[in-house]
């Protein structure tokens, strides 16, 4: 990783977290437990790569960070982190281990972990409503991207849904694709485009920031499915081998390591080609990219 990439994933975080710290409740706050739990697992790491992207995508288009970005990336956390709480349950995947601490059901318990999700999807929607966007229809577009990009048509819950019925099943390329696209690629997705909404982005550059992030998250995933392969739990922060010993639809199970590491390739050049209009205004956004792909964690 290069010393400018490393500043702006550190800069991009410290606004995230600054963010996070200001609207999530305080552990001192009653009901103590559920707070407690948001923040356990809220700050218990991560890239915050969802809210820099929002924030990049953000600064490409105003050619300076809106002063809404910061939150409106703190709200796609949000998500991202109710998603995860979700995703760790027993009945679900069943994990013991997010970004390299205990899943918060094995911390406060099942019921507790599941309303500190619910808790925090709310929040995230609350956060966009408040969000100071120049119009309230920007408001509007915001929350409108982001649900759909955590919603079951062509979403995050869509994709978990897909994911879980492919279990143990012969799965096709398309099924696949779909997967991978609605789970993952989808808030990547609504991250970009929500940015580029609050840098005052026109429809035809939201199109063409959409097909970025949907093309980007397909490749962030791509690359995931081959970690949990390639390393460790220690290196990955969450338990290693999960995909295979589930018997995940992933790409190296049905394309190989070698081939499916073409494919994030491949759609990682085709997303980057939607960034040629900014030229060096989406350097950031180009650098944070090819971080995504050549990541080891």
Known sequence: ?????????????????????????????????????????????????????????????????????????????????????HDDLPALDNDDLRRGKQTCHKVFG?????????????LAFKTLAEAPLDTAMRRVNVIEEVATAAGTVNGMVGGQVADIEAEGKEVTPQILEFIHRSKTAALIRGAVTAGGIAGGAGDAHIDRLRRFGEQIGWAFQIVDDILDVEESSAALGKTAGKDEAQKKATYPALYGIEKSR????????????????????????????????????
Do not use: W
């Not at 099942?110 to 709310?122: K, P, Q, W």
């Not at 040629?276 to 971080?291: I, M």
């Open 1 to 85: 990783m290069t010393a400018d990439v490393l500043s702006l994933l550190n800069t991009g975080a410290a606004l995230a977290d600054d963010a996070l710290e200001r609207l999530l409740p305080a552990p001192t706050i009653e009901p103590h437990s559920i707070h407690r739990a948001m923040r356990h697992s809220t700050f218990a790491g991560g890239k915050r790569l969802r809210p820099i992207l929002c924030m990049e995508a953000a600064r490409c288009v105003a050619r300076e960070l809106p002063p809404a970005a910061p939150n409106l990336g703190a709200a796609i956390e949000m998500v991202h982190t109710y998603s995860l709480i």
């Open 262 to 297: 073409a494919m994030a390739d491949d759609l990682s050049k085709k997303a980057l080609r939607e960034l040629d209009c900014y030229g060096e205004r989406a350097g950031r956004v180009r650098a944070l990219s090819q971080f995504l792909l050549a990541r080891r964690s």
């Open 110 to 122: 099942e019921a507790i972990a599941i309303l500190a999700g619910d808790a925090l999807l709310t």
